[in-house]
């Protein structure tokens, strides 16, 4: 039964989190209630989140969303991200971690609110060197605590002038190797449960191949407005979380 479980939650939490982010809020609490323990539950996430970012950035690779050549440009600044946060998540507090997380998704969905983005297909395989930085940064927040890190990166290119779809596939792609580099740093703490990991990522390789197939075919508009409502409901999941 906690198998079944696991595979449901690994589904619905990728299937919404590939298309908006937010992935982490539904996955993380629900395998805290299954029973399983934070650290086991922290790096079985990271875990299946490798291998389901994977497979939906080759979907969106294969259809030439993007290039691989403009992929592997954010190569070391995402996987050295995910590393460094792995590395040093135990110095910082969840708490202090729940208030940044708070305040970089209220400044997303403010910027959202106020300025629309500037899509342009002519730009998606055109990565500037001013946003390396922030990919980084976003790969070390990835790295510390997870949920949200999806959201922002999407938010990251969009307003650097990507479409909707280009800026999915990147994320996926920064998401897969983030996730990698942390994923790393967990095993060696002793804090992996196979068994956890296994069947969490069968769910979360399904949900990734269901969302970029939904994502193709709905309006920006629409998946714009699903970006925004899961901002909401993830910070407001942050702020209850820290009270």
Do not use: W
Request: glycine letters at 10%; a positive charge; charged letters at 10%.
């Amino acid at each position: 039964m906690t198998e079944i479980l696991l595979i449901l939650v690994g589904f619905l939490a990728t299937f919404i989190g590939t298309i908006a982010g937010g992935g982490g809020m539904i996955s993380l609490p629900a395998m805290l209630v299954i029973g399983v323990p934070i650290h086991s539950a922290i790096s079985a996430n990271k875990f299946s989140n490798t291998f389901s970012s994977f497979s939906s950035f080759a979907v969106l690779l294969k259809e030439k969303k993007i290039t691989l050549k403009s992929a592997l440009i954010i190569s070391p600044f995402s996987l050295i991200g995910g590393m460094t946060g792995g590395a040093i998540a135990s110095s910082f507090t969840e708490k202090n971690l729940t208030i940044f997380a708070i305040i970089l998704l209220s400044f997303a969905l403010l910027l959202s609110l106020i300025k629309k983005p500037q899509s342009s297909e002519g730009k998606t395989n055109n990565i500037p060197k001013k946003l390396l930085p922030y990919l980084y940064g976003v790969g070390i927040y990835d790295g510390m605590f997870g949920p949200g890190q999806a959201t922002l990166s999407m938010y990251t290119y969009l307003y650097h002038g990507f479409s909707f779809i280009a800026s999915m596939a990147f994320t996926r792609f920064q998401t897969f190797l983030s996730c990698f580099g942390a994923f790393i740093m967990y095993v060696s703490s002793g804090h992996f449960n196979l068994k956890v990991g296994v069947f969490l990522g069968i769910g979360s390789i399904i949900g990734a191949q269901c969302s970029v197939r939904v994502a193709n075919k709905l309006p920006t508009r629409h998946l714009q407005i699903i970006l925004r409502i899961v901002t909401v409901v993830l910070i407001l999941y942050l702020f209850l979380r820290f009270f």
